[in-house]
């Protein structure tokens, strides 16, 4: 029997309703690095597989053309670059693995290697590499872009990224320094090459100019959900991410990325799913039924609208009082965003020339964007049934992705390290220590 692997995601701490419940990082305790470290022990006393975070660059302003509603409540912003803090969680643990997230649309892949290597060393080979395309027109608007770009192109850019960096990696052989007083020889050329990649998006030289770090290569993920996109899943990725739906549509996807491995020539058995899933876990399904729907009532509408015009490239302030979901979706599709967010599975689910009012919208909307409409609520034992059932549906490689709901501060103790776990392990499912000395190790375990 496989184990399930757990990471969990702490993109964001301090929004949705979350930040307004007691415990939360709020005011002057946020970002501390201390904080940090405190999460980063947990996690890894919970023998968790890797913290994430995910990222974007732009507070989200589709919705009424502004950012005000943004700002004002807490959608998608503040957000940093969490490199430095990874470097910082790293030095209290030993096996806990960090996942960090850059676009291929807007960085180059010479400067992102290189800093993939360095965190991999401070790290000692405990990093994975998020690889996104970005479909929020917000994060264009920091790069130069009017426009979101095409969606086929901006994968196109993504595959080519990865196999840059991957080139970059690889082009220092790990025996390549030898640093001989006696000779005065530091490394040894025949071991040391260029790369000389010349392609459609990137022009470059190389070798790295570095010590090949303890993974050499950070563990990359992708989380296309496209047809496209999982192709690029299929050709760059290590592991995956995808989003939790129902044991069906999981066994779709996980049946699609697997054609998807075996069309680029690999074995689907090496490549697991993490299933980025929202849990509520409490001692009673009573309390943790109540806790969810404190945690909607605490969403408000304006923040839903921010959140899900940021998705779609549409802003759904000017949706009329009655619309149908077909012509909203090919409003989307037209705007380059993603074909298969929240108003696709909408559109599934009610067919798609159904028409809906406004109200009905924002209210799926609500428990959507939110990812309440799609939470694991109840007792660590019924989580684990339905963690265990997604799990077996998609043929037992990979694990779950404990999202935002649950992932912070709050919750990670009282919740997830103390109640989950226990529970995954007694049914043997679930490590009981680490199996390797790096993030790839231990997820191949
Ligand atoms: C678990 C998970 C994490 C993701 N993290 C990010 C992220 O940090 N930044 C981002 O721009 N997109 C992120 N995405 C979006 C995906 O990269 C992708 O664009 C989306 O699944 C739509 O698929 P498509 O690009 O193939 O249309 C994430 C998706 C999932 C399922």
Not at 13 to 19: G, L
Not at 121 to 136: D, I, K, L, P, Y
Request: net charge negative; proline share 5%.
């Amino acid at each position: 029997m496989k184990n399930i692997h757990l990471a969990f995601d702490l993109s964001w701490t301090q929004v949705e309703a979350q930040w307004r419940r007691p415990g939360s990082w709020v005011g002057p305790d946020y970002p501390a690095p201390g904080l940090f470290e405190d999460m980063a022990r947990l996690a890894e006393r919970g023998g968790v597989d890797m913290i994430f975070f995910g990222d974007g660059t732009g507070v989200p302003d589709t919705w009424q053309g502004g950012i005000d509603d943004a700002v004002q409540t807490g959608v998608a912003w503040p957000r940093f670059d969490m490199s430095p803090w990874i470097t910082v969680m790293s030095r209290v643990t030993k096996h806990l693995g960090f996942g960090l997230t850059y676009a291929s649309t807007f960085m180059h892949p010479f400067y992102t290697a290189r800093l993939l290597n360095s965190l991999d060393h401070v790290t000692e080979g405990r990093m994975a590499f998020n690889v996104v395309t970005s479909q929020r027109r917000s994060d264009y608007a920091n790069y130069g872009y009017d426009e979101l770009v095409d969606h086929n192109l901006r994968y196109e850019r993504l595959e080519e990224f990865v196999d840059v960096c991957r080139k970059l990696w690889t082009s220092v052989d790990p025996d390549a320094f030898v640093w001989n007083r006696d000779s005065g020889m530091v490394a040894d050329p025949a071991k040391v090459r260029a790369i000389n990649h010349d392609g459609q998006f990137f022009k470059v030289k190389g070798p790295l100019s570095v010590i090949p770090s303890p993974q050499v290569e950070p563990v990359v993920l992708q989380a296309g959900g496209s047809p496209r996109g999982t192709r690029a899943a299929a050709h760059v990725a290590d592991h995956v991410f995808g989003l939790m739906k129902s044991p069906a549509l999981m066994a779709q996807q996980r049946r699609d990325l697997d054609d998807a491995l075996v069309a680029e020539g690999r074995d689907p058995e090496n490549v697991g799913i993490l299933w980025s899933t929202r849990v509520i876990v409490a001692e009673t399904e009573h309390e943790a039924q109540a806790l969810r729907e404190e945690l909607i009532r605490g969403v408000p509408r304006e923040a839903v609208g921010v959140w899900l015009s940021h998705n779609t490239g549409f802003d759904m302030s000017t949706l009329p009082n009655r619309f149908s979901l077909r012509e909203l979706q090919q409003r989307i599709i037209a705007a380059n965003a993603s074909p298969v967010g929240f108003v696709h599975l909408l559109a599934k689910e009610h067919g798609e020339d159904a028409e809906i009012s406004i109200d009905e919208f924002f209210e799926h909307g609500l428990r959507a964007s939110t990812g309440y409409s799609n939470t694991i609520v109840g007792t660590a034992a019924q989580v684990a049934d339905k963690l265990e059932e997604g799990f077996e549906a998609t043929g037992s490689r990979g694990g779950f992705m404990i999202s935002i709901s649950q992932a912070g501060p709050r919750a990670v103790p009282y919740n997830l390290v103390s109640q989950l776990v226990p529970e995954l392990q007694r049914r043997g499912r679930y490590r009981r220590s680490y199996e390797g000395q790096t993030l790839k190790e231990n997820l191949a375990s």
